[in-house]
């Protein structure tokens, strides 16, 4: 019984170099030599997010909240959506932060992020959520994982729709991609198919 | 089709195999400590903290401790455990890792190892290559619920045909890191925590690891299965608990859905109960809307402290125990009762026929999980 190809990554964005693509069309491109928090400050106006919680937040789920904004505005996705999100480096970004601070004053407001899935919490409150979650550590991109995991949740019925992808950030370097998966659209969701959309503009 | 749990162990300050632990619960033994630490005004900190040149005598049976860190020690160690008990061949058999932190202090401070030893990617490695298990290990980092959810993934991956044996191996530590981070929430008790009591007043940390095998192989005699498992997120704050317990109350729902059971057949339900004053109360609010107030409840975290990562396989470890000796354990340092909802918390060891249990945790990033474990026999 393969019900794979019932399921279509209906929607895609990959955000990568100062750059932000919605399925393979740039829709936002800054100066590459602006750095990374003007990068999250620039594109959060650019694309009217309009969120302020989004200024308090660590810049893993900066990134997360962008990234499932454009990919999810305009689109007709349900509450039992499940999000299965995976990178490298964990929350090692804000972790650092955290460390610098443990000689001095440590604040909760930092430690809070400290936690891959905290991403996983944020885009689940900005879209009502309440599904199936769960954060994935990868030392690489594996389309693999992402799609077999994504099918078992779906085929199981424990959620209508994912959001699956990889968020990765590491000494300022970002590399996003997030794919909603459910039964619309004319690209099937494969293995092939979502390291294409990874590989699209990364060689 | 019947996803079993099997070979089980726990490495903790209570012990190094699964009945030195269970012996130390009926004894009522707890694994925290006062221990001396900076930080603290008062000069130290409850804690379940593992004696390290012990773990290293017990390493040195099955490796160099020189060359491992204190998790990594830990996680070998349990692995070779379920390893040491079964024939399985690990050129098909999953290896999933759970942990929360891993070995984060490296990060910092790097001692006599890497600093890239910190990443998860790199513990999960250490511990593929020392037994030589072929698939590329599945890593789970979710928050506390993370060591529950590893066993959940294995059954869905099991189901849907991906391999028949898993190992879920699940560690953490009480770093300097997490321990600075919970007392700058000011979430730490200042005595061994007291989960549901009136008087709670925050987590104590504990460090563990554990392992078990998730499999779909039956054996002769009582088998554990993992009938149904459900995880919800609350949508609602990503540090506080929903006041309403909206996303375990749902995860309850589903798991008694996908095994199509209702509230009142639940024999026994081991919480999360880390004695914060916000988590213990929303549990209280989902176990009531779930119609379970009645259930025999108890909390493992006065043993064991918050093992994090660890410590929703332990105490699926635990219950998975429960339901096969028909042994109900004592939620210790229980007081009085302290939630706004009626709970029947298990005051005292007792014997009791039991047959289905629902295990339950919740963590930061509003994640909530749902398991539940039915015992059958095999004649």
């Known amino acids: 019984m393969d019900r794979a190809k019932n399921h279509f990554i209906t929607n895609s964005i990959r955000i990568k170099n100062e750059e932000i693509f919605l399925k393979k069309d740039t829709i936002l491109s800054l100066d590459s030599k602006i750095d990374f928090s003007q990068f999250l400050k620039d594109s959060y106006k650019k694309l009217a997010l309009n969120y302020p919680k989004y200024h308090k937040m660590d810049s893993l789920c900066k990134l997360g909240i962008l990234g499932s904004t454009v990919l999810l505005r305009g689109q007709d996705f349900k509450a039992n959506t499940a999000l299965v999100l995976s990178n490298a480096s964990s929350s090692h970004d804000v972790d650092i932060k955290h460390m610098q601070s443990m000689e001095s004053i440590v604040s909760p407001a930092v430690f809070v992020y400290t936690l891959p899935n905290i991403v996983l919490g944020e885009i689940s409150i900005k879209y009502k959520l309440q599904s199936e979650n769960v954060f994935f550590i990868e030392d690489k991109f594996n389309a693999d994982l992402l799609v077999d995991y994504s099918e078992t949740i779906l085929n199981s019925g424990k959620a209508l729709s994912v959001v699956c992808g990889w968020i990765e950030l590491k000494n300022d370097q970002y590399d996003v991609l997030l794919c909603l998966v459910s039964n619309n659209g004319e690209i099937p969701f494969t293995k092939e198919n979502l390291e294409e959309l990874y590989r699209f503009e990364n060689e | ?379």
Do not use: W
């Not at chain 2, 900190?45 to 390493?59: E, Q």
């Open chain 2, 1 to 379: 089709m019947n996803i079993l749990l099997q070979e089980d162990i726990i490495i903790s300050p209570l012990g190094f195999s699964t009945s030195e632990n269970l012996k130390a619960i009926k004894a009522g033994n707890s694994g925290l400590q006062f221990h001396e630490n900076s930080r603290f005004p008062n000069g130290g900190f409850y804690a379940g903290i593992l004696d390290a040149s012990l773990l290293a005598d017990n390493f040195s049976v099955i490796g160099d401790s020189t060359k491992f860190t204190k998790l990594e020690q830990m996680m070998l160690l349990a692995t070779q455990s379920v390893l040491n008990n079964n024939e399985l061949d690990l050129s098909e058999t999953a290896l999933i890792i759970s942990s929360t932190k891993g070995n984060i202090d490296l990060l910092g401070n790097s001692k006599n190892f890497s600093k890239d030893r910190a990443s998860l990617n790199s513990l999960a490695r250490v511990i593929q290559e020392f037994f030589g298990f072929k698939l590329k290990p599945i890593i789970v980092s979710n928050a506390c619920i993370s060591g529950g959810l590893a066993v959940a993934i294995a059954k869905r991956f099991i189901q849907a045909g991906k391999f028949n044996n898993a190992i879920v191996v699940a560690g953490d530590l009480v770093s300097d890191f997490v321990t600075s981070g919970f007392q700058s929430f000011q979430a730490l008790s200042a005595t061994p925590c007291k989960p549901f009591s009136k008087n709670r007043d925050g987590i104590s940390l504990g460090e563990a690891a554990a392992a078990i095998l998730v499999s779909n192989n039956k054996r002769e005699g009582t088998n554990i299965s993992l009938f149904g498992d459900a995880s919800t997120n609350d949508a609602n704050h990503i540090s506080a608990p929903s006041r309403t317990g909206e996303g375990l109350y749902k995860s309850i729902q589903q798991a008694l859905k996908e095994s199509k059971l209702s509230a009142s057949e639940i024999d026994y339900l081991s919480a999360h109960g880390t004695a914060t004053i916000f988590n213990d109360e929303m549990e209280a609010v989902a176990f009531n809307r779930a119609a379970l107030f009645h259930v025999p409840v108890n909390s493992f975290k006065g043993f064991y402290g918050h093992t994090l990562g660890a410590s929703a396989l332990i105490e699926t470890i635990l219950t998975k125990h429960s339901l096969i000796n028909n042994e109900l354990y004592p939620s210790l340092n229980f007081e009085e009762l302290g939630v706004s909802k009626p709970l029947n918390i298990v005051q005292k060891f007792e014997k009791k026929e039991l047959k289905t249990a629902l295990k339950t945790a919740s963590g930061f990033g509003g994640c909530n999980l749902a398991m539940i474990l039915k015992k059958s026999f095999n004649g």
